[in-house]
């Protein structure tokens, strides 16, 4: 077993515009502040490049008011990058936008093209397979692409279902390390992760589900008191880092950032 599916030597992230306003949201609690999400979102990046990575810092993109949620545009694997098919209407277009940053860094980039869709969100990586969730944004026509064209890479992709009323899969967890999740009891529940040792979030903190292990850090929505004593429990190098703009748009730590280590 190795630890490929969270040791990293890059990430992609791209600071949010004005338009970060009109974000979509399940639920409307108030319009986002944009220099807080600035300050959190620099308070992001430096965590990462505190790691040792290489963080590539994209211009907002004033035409797409989700564009800073990078990680549904792509997944990025050691051997290439896929460009996703977001099922939103509004965000088809940052998918096209991300692929020549990808180019820049890696040797093979493949594209999902449809007539399916899928989003980065709804995709774990493990070291043993990769989970994807089926949502209101992905498909089976997307996944089955993806199947496809990750298989003569090596790669074995499970399907698996997003909680319904759940934005994306990874709102409900995420990888620790080569063996354990963090997940919320409803996504667990459902029998994903027979296999893996789960750390469930605490009861009302189903919002802290959505964590990055990245490197030696495990980054973390500020504000979960509870979720952040099992993790430190559990031995997690923890950063805390504000959401409060981002969880206005259904958005935590994953969405932020594309992370990966290209094969030279
Ligand atoms: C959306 O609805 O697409 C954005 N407001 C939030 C996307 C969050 N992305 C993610 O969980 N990977």
Redesign the pocket.
């Known amino acids: 077993m190795t630890d490929r599916s969270f040791r990293f030597t890059h990430a992609i992230t791209r600071r949010p515009g004005h338009s970060i306003t009109a ?3 399940a639920m409307d609690t108030g319009s986002p502040d944009l220099a807080q999400m600035l300050v959190d979102h620099a308070e992001y990046v430096a965590t990462l490049r505190a790691t040792g990575a290489t963080v590539v810092e994209l211009d907002p993109l004033e035409a797409f008011p ?1 564009s800073v ?1 990078v ?2 545009t792509a997944l990025c694997l050691p051997e290439g990058a896929v460009v996703m098919r ?1 099922g ?1 209407p509004s ?1 088809l277009g940052e998918a096209a936008r991300m692929a020549p940053h990808l180019a820049a860094l890696y040797a093979e980039v493949v594209q999902v093209s449809g007539p399916g869709f899928i ?3 709804d995709i774990l990586v493990t070291e043993r397979e990769i989970l994807v969730g089926r949502s209101a ?1 992905t498909d089976a026509d997307g996944i089955a692409e993806l199947t496809h064209l990750v298989a003569p890479w090596g790669h074995k992709v499970h399907e698996v279902i997003t909680p319904p009323g759940v ?2 899969f ?2 409900d967890c995420s990888l620790l390390d080569a063996e354990t999740v963090l997940a919320t009891d409803r996504l667990a529940a459902s029998g994903c992760f027979d296999g893996y040792r789960v750390i469930p979030v605490a009861t009302g903190e189903e919002a802290a589900a ?1 964590t990055i292990r990245f490197n030696d850090l495990v980054l973390m929505p500020a504000g979960f008191p509870r979720t952040a004593d099992r993790l430190a429990a559990a031995g997690y190098d923890l950063r805390q880092i504000g959401n409060s703009e981002c969880a206005k ?4 730590m ?2 932020l950032s594309l992370r990966f280590t290209p094969r030279a």
Do not use: I, M, Q, V
């Open positions: 974000g979509l949201r989700d949620f990680e549904d977001p939103a965000r989003e980065g969100g944004r934005l994306h990874k709102t959505n748009l259904d958005g935590g994953s969405c």
